[in-house]
C-alpha cells in the first residue's frame, strides 16, 4: 500500500518570510551549537534554509558541509518533493542525500510513492530503489507502478522506471522491463500503456504504443499491435506543424496476415495542408489499402467495413483576390467495390467571380470549370461549363422578392467513335417572394411568425440523353430542395422545369436568449409540365405535384430537441416516408438519443443510443440500430465506464453486420486511462462519440 507525505508539520512552514534564503534559521527544544563542529538539535527541531527545510525529533547539523542528520519523524521539504522519513542524511548546501524507508510527494502534485532507498543527486534527479509511483489522491491507491528502480529527472519532468508491475486494485496487471512516464502535462518520448481487445476476426489483441517526441513540432507514435489469429501489425502516426505545412501520415503494416495466405497488408492516409497564405491553401488527403477486403478484416467498425473508396484528392485554392476563387482539383479514389467506382477528375479547375455588392444592387456572378473525367468502364472525357447568374433581393420589414436569372453553357469533348462532340445551353429564371407576419405571444416574452413563401423556377427542355453522366445524381426531396432551380447535382444534367412551390412557415422565437424555440413548415411543389430529363435507367416524370414535405424542430425544453420530417403522396393519401429524431442531455450527463426513419417499399430503420450515470462514478452506455425492413439487427453496443479521481475505465460489447450484409461481428472493447500516465485501451472514447451522439 503506498502511504503518503502530505501531513506535513506546521513546523515546516516556521521560517521568517524576510529572512535571508542563504541563511539558516534553526527551532529547536534543545541545541548545542559548535561552529567548528557538528551542531546538535532535539525536541521539535526545525531547520530550513538554501531552499530545504528539515523537522525531525532529532538533528545533527554540520554548518561547514552543509552536511545534515536527521532522525525520527523527519520530514524534508525542498524545491523537488516532500518527504517523510525515520532517518534522512541530506546536504543544505547542494540539496544531495540519501534516505531509508521514505515516503514522498512531489512538489507539482502529480505523483506520490514510497522507496526503500531514495538519492537525491546534487545535479537534481533522483534515484529510488525498490519504490512505487502513483497519481492517486493520498488515501486512495487505485494504482501503482512498483518498480526495482526509478529515476526522476525533474529538469526534463519525466520518470523512468525499470523492471516495472502495473498494479491495478493491488492486482499485477502489466509487467514491462523498462517505463517511461511524465512528471508533468509535458510532451515526451516514451512507452505509452498498452491497448487490450478481443474480435471473432483477429481475436486477442494487445497493442503497445511508445510515442518519439521527436520536437516541440512534430512527433511520432509507433506500436506494435498483436493480432493472435492474425499475426503482428505495426501501426505508425507522424504529426507534423510547422510556420506553413501541418497534416499527419498513418501508417499500418501486417507483413504476414495468417489469415490471408501470409500477404501483407496495408493502409495509410495522408492529410496535409500547406498555407501559401490566409487564402491560399494546398490540400492533400490520400488514403489507402492494400486489398478490398482489408476494412471487413481488420476495421472494427460498421461504417468502416462499408467503405467502397477511399479518397485521394490534391487541391489548390485561391481566394486572395476580392472577388475571385479559384481551384485546381486531381482527384483519383481507391475503388473497394466495382459496382461503386466513380469517375476520377484529372484534373477539374474552377474559376469564379462574385463580386460584392450594395444590398440593393443587382448581385451577379460569373463562374467557369474545366475537367477531365476517367473511368476503367464508362465513357471518358473532357467538360467544360460556363455559367452566368444575376440576381436582385428587393425587401423591407415585412416581405422580399427576388428575381434571378442564369445561362448556363456546357461543351463536351468524348473518347468515343461517334457523338463526341456535344454542347448545350440553357437559360433558367426564378423568382422568390416571401411575406413575414409576426405577433408577440401572451405566454411568455416569445414571437410568433408566420411566414409564407412561394417560388416559381423555369427552364426550357433539352434532351440530354446522349450526354454521359460524370458527376451528376438526383437531389432526395426535402423542404429546402422546394427552392431549388436544378433537381440534379454536378453539371451533366440541367432538369426542365416550369413548377411553382409554395411554403408556409411559423416560428416561435426567444428575443431574450436570440434563438429558435420552435419552426414549423409545410411546403409542396405544383408541377406544369411533365419532367423529361432523366438520368439513365431513369423514366419520365408525370405526376402533377410532389410529395407534401411537412418538417418541425424544436426545443421541446433546455434538455431536449426534436426534429421530424414527413413526405405526404396526396394522390394515394399516405405518408410516403417519414424521419424522427429525438436528442435528450441535460446537465447531469443523462444522454438519450431516438432515431426513425422509413420510406415505403425501400427501407424502414430505427436507432437508439444512451449514456446515464448510474452513480457519482459509474455510468452505463449503450446504442442499437436496426433493420426494420428486413428484420435485422444492424449494430448494438453496450457497456460500463467509470470515472474516478485518478483512473477512469471503460468495458463496451459490441456486435455489428459487416459489408456482406449477412454476417456479423463479435468485438470487445477495453479501456483504462491512468490519470498522469496515459490511455490504456483502443479508442473507446472514440467510439462511444460517433455512435452515442452528446457523448464526451
Keep these: 500500500m503506498v502511504s503518503t507525505a502530505t501531513d506535513v508539520p506546521a513546523s515546516l512552514q516556521r521560517r521568517p518570510v524576510d529572512l535571508d534564503a542563504w541563511a539558516i534559521y534553526v527551532e529547536a527544544d534543545e541545541a548545542l551549537f559548535r561552529y567548528a563542529a557538528a551542531s546538535w538539535m532535539r525536541g521539535d527541531v526545525h531547520l530550513s534554509g538554501r531552499g530545504s527545510a528539515i523537522s525531525a525529533d532529532e538533528v545533527t547539523w554540520n554548518q561547514n558541509s552543509g552536511a545534515v542528520s536527521a532522525r525520527g519523524n523527519v520530514y524534508l521539504k525542498n524545491g523537488k518533493f516532500v518527504l517523510r522519513s525515520q532517518a534522512v542524511d541530506y546536504n543544505l548546501n547542494d540539496g544531495s542525500g540519501e534516505i531509508s524507508q521514505t515516503d514522498y510527494l512531489l512538489n507539482s502534485g502529480s505523483g506520490r510513492g514510497s522507496s526503500a532507498r531514495l538519492v537525491q543527486h546534487a545535479g537534481g534527479s533522483t534515484e529510488m530503489h525498490s519504490a512505487t509511483y502513483t497519481t ?22 519525466q520518470g523512468k522506471a525499470r523492471n516495472v508491475r502495473l ?60 493480432l493472435s489469429k492474425r499475426g503482428i501489425q505495426i501501426e505508425n502516426e507522424f504529426r507534423y506543424l510547422f510556420n506553413q505545412h501541418e497534416g499527419q501520415l498513418d501508417y499500418a503494416l501486417l507483413p504476414h496476415d495468417n489469415q490471408r495466405d501470409g500477404d501483407s497488408r496495408y493502409y495509410f492516409n495522408i492529410d496535409h495542408n500547406t498555407h501559401f497564405a490566409p487564402e491560399r491553401t494546398l490540400t492533400l488527403k490520400a488514403e489507402g489499402v492494400s486489398d478490398t477486403d482489408y476494412f471487413n478484416d481488420l476495421g472494427s467498425s ?16 485561391d481566394s486572395s483576390h476580392n472577388g475571385w476563387y479559384f481551384s485546381a482539383l486531381a482527384q483519383s479514389p481507391q475503388v473497394l467495390d466495382s459496382n461503386a467506382e466513380a469517375y476520377a477528375r484529372l484534373p477539374q479547375l474552377n474559376l469564379t467571380y462574385e463580386p460584392a455588392t450594395d444590398k440593393n444592387a443587382i448581385h451577379w456572378k460569373a463562374s467557369a470549370e474545366y475537367a477531365r473525367f476517367t473511368h476503367s468502364q464508362s465513357t471518358n472525357g473532357q467538360r467544360a461549363d460556363l455559367a452566368l447568374e444575376a440576381s436582385r433581393r428587393y425587401e423591407n420589414s415585412y416581405a422580399w422578392l427576388q428575381p ?25 429564371a426564378a423568382v422568390d417572394y416571401g411575406l413575414i407576419f409576426e405577433r408577440p405571444l401572451k405566454t411568455g416574452n416569445r414571437i410568433q411568425t408566420l411566414e409564407p413563401r412561394i ?18 445524381s438526383e437531389k432526395s426531396l426535402s423542404y429546402s430542395q422546394l427552392f431549388s432551380s436544378n433537381r440534379f447535382t454536378g453539371k451533366d444534367r440541367i432538369a426542365d422545369a416550369n413548377r411553382l412551390s409554395s411554403s408556409l412557415t411559423t416560428r416561435i422565437q426567444d428575443p431574450d436568449k436570440g434563438r429558435e424555440v420552435f419552426r414549423a413548415s409545410i411546403g409542396q411543389m405544383r408541377y406544369f409540365a411533365d419532367r423529361r ?12 405535384r410532389s410529395e407534401l414535405v411537412l418538417e418541425t424542430a424544436g426545443e421541446l425544453n433546455d434538455a431536449t430537441h426534436m426534429t421530424a420530417t414527413a413526405f405526404v403522396d396526396t394522390r394515394q393519401k399516405q405518408v410516403s416516408a417519414t424521419r424522427l429524431r429525438l436528442n435528450y442531455r441535460d446537465h447531469k450527463e443523462r444522454i438519450l438519443n431516438l432515431g426513425y426513419s422509413k420510406r415505403e417499399g425501400e427501407y424502414e430503420a430505427a436507432q437508439f443510443s444512451f449514456a446515464t450515470p448510474v452513480t457519482d462514478t459509474w455510468k452505463a452506455f449503450g446504442a442499437y440500430e436496426a433493420d426494420l425492413e428486413n428484420g435485422r439487427m444492424l449494430e448494438v453496443l453496450g457497456g460500463f465506464e467509470y ?13 455489428y453486420l459487416i459489408s456482406d450484409n449477412q454476417t456479423y461481428d463479435d468485438a470487445l472493447f477495453l479501456e483504462l486511462e491512468l490519470k498522469g500516465l496515459g490511455d490504456f485501451g483502443n479508442g473507446t472514447r472514440d467510439l462511444l462519440k460517433n455512435r452515442i451522439y452528446g457523448y464526451e
Design 167 to 226: 498494479k491495478f486494485m493491488d492486482t499485477t496487471v502489466l509487467y514491462l522491463p523498462g517505463f517511461s512516464f511524465p512528471l508533468s502535462n509535458r510532451r515526451k518520448s516514451g512507452l505509452l500503456t498498452p491497448g487490450m481487445g478481443t474480435s471473432e476476426k483477429s481475436g486477442l489483441e494487445l497493442a503497445v504504443p511508445y510515442y518519439f517526441n521527436l520536437a516541440p513540432n512534430y512527433d511520432l507514435t509507433t506500436t506494435p499491435h498483436l
Design 455 to 472: 417560388f416559381y423556377t423555369y427552364t426550357p427542355f433539352r434532351n440530354q440523353d446522349d450526354i454521359p453522366v460524370f458527376d451528376s
Design 302 to 317: 460498421l461504417a468502416s467495413s462499408s467503405i467502397v473508396t477511399l479518397e485521394r484528392t490534391l487541391e489548390y485554392t
Design 643 to 655: 470515472g474516478g479521481c485518478c483512473w477512469n475505465g471503460r468495458m463496451a460489447a459490441r456486435k
Design 136 to 157: 492517486c489522491p493520498p488515501g486512495v491507491d487505485s494504482w501503482r507502478l512498483e518498480a526495482d528502480r526509478i529515476v526522476l529527472d525533474h529538469e526534463t519532468e
Design 404 to 428: 434571378a436569372i442564369k445561362l448556363q453553357h456546357t461543351s463536351y469533348w468524348l473518347d468515343r467513335d461517334q457523338d463526341n462532340r456535344i454542347s448545350r445551353t440553357l437559360p433558367t
Design 533 to 544: 430529363v432523366t438520368l439513365p435507367d431513369s423514366s419520365i416524370q408525370t405526376s402533377p
